[in-house]
């Protein structure tokens, strides 16, 4: 017996056209997906923020101090200012304006 082998011709332009599409299909979900985590850090990015003129003789973990009286870790709070503020130290300067989380 011989077998018949049935030759199947694939339509190129169909299967061009079908990746195309899900291509685009898997970039739409990609930017949804982007766009709702946009939406959740944005939320939490929100909170309210105190400007404080530094003074003479003024550090951060003074600062710190003043405003987070006990309620939490004061260096996680220290490190959360520094990102707010673009600090790659501790070293703050007399006449700087420092954005510090409302507790």
Known sequence: ???????VKVNLSKFKT???FFAALMVCIS???????ANFT?????SAYLEIIVKNGDTLWDLTEQHYQGQEDLRKIIY??????HLEQTEIIPGQIIMIPQS
């Open 31 to 37: 930017l949804g997906f982007r766009a709702l985590a």
């Open 1 to 7: 017996m011989k077998r018949k082998y049935i030759k």
């Open 18 to 20: 079908f990746c195309l």
């Open 80 to 85: 959360q200012i520094k990102e707010i503020n």
């Open 42 to 46: 944005e939320e939490k990015n929100n």
